[in-house]
């Protein structure tokens, strides 16, 4: 049910840092960027230049307060990866069926992720020590 690698996300503590960063170095623009509340982060989508928009991206994440899921794995690993996210057409047929094959979701029902996407997440201790999200896209192609 994966159609996609659709980010690779970094734990930041300075999103506009983060970003003239990535753009000096390795010329990445920004596609997109939110604040999601509920998450607890400020969020940026990095791409290659000219690329069309559905190739993998690098999700920079800043969190909006300490005790947020962001500002708890920089406190305690510091920056650096923190999730791998897979995109799937249904969120919620992909947990069900992670579910039934004994893996843990974080979730009961899909959250809302970036540009209105529906995610959930498999426990890392059940990804190899990964944090696996799983993206459905916006159907208005967000
Ligand atoms: C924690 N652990 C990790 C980890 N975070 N391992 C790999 N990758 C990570 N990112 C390890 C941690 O070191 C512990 O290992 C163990 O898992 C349990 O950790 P914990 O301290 O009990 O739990 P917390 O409080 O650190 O929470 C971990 C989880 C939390 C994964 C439950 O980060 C979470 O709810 N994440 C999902 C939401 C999220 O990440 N939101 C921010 C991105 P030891 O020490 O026991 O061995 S928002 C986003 O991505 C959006 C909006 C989007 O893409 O659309």
């Given at each position: 049910?994966?159609?996609?690698?659709?980010?690779?996300?970094?734990?930041?503590?300075d999103l506009?840092?983060?970003i003239?960063?990535?753009?000096?170095?390795?010329?990445?623009?920004?596609?997109?960027?939110?604040?999601?509340?509920?998450?607890?982060?400020?969020?940026?989508?990095?791409?290659?230049?000219?690329?069309?928009?559905?190739?993998?991206?690098?999700?920079l994440?800043?969190?909006?307060?300490?005790?947020?899921?962001?500002?708890?794995f920089l406190?305690?690993?510091?920056?650096?990866?923190?999730?791998?996210?897979?995109?799937v057409?249904?969120?919620?047929?992909?947990?069900?069926?992670?579910?039934?094959?004994?893996?843990?979701?974080?979730?009961?029902?899909?959250k809302?992720?970036?540009?209105?996407?529906?995610?959930?997440?498999?426990?890392?201790?059940?990804?190899?020590g990964?944090?696996?999200?799983?993206?459905?896209?916006?159907k208005?192609?967000?």
């Amino acid at each position: 049910f994966v159609t996609a690698i659709d980010h690779v996300g970094i734990a930041v503590p300075d999103l506009d840092a983060a970003i003239a960063f990535h753009a000096e170095h390795f010329g990445l623009e920004v596609a997109h960027e939110e604040v999601n509340e509920e998450q607890g982060v400020r969020e940026a989508m990095l791409r290659a230049p000219g690329t069309a928009g559905t190739e993998t991206a690098i999700q920079l994440l800043a969190p909006l307060r300490e005790d947020s899921a962001i500002g708890k794995f920089l406190a305690k690993s510091g920056p650096g990866l923190q999730q791998l996210a897979y995109r799937v057409s249904d969120v919620d047929a992909a947990a069900a069926a992670l579910r039934a094959q004994g893996l843990r979701l974080l979730y009961d029902e899909a959250k809302r992720g970036t540009s209105d996407s529906r995610v959930n997440f498999v426990h890392p201790k059940d990804a190899g020590g990964v944090l696996v999200e799983l993206v459905e896209p916006a159907k208005d192609g967000h």
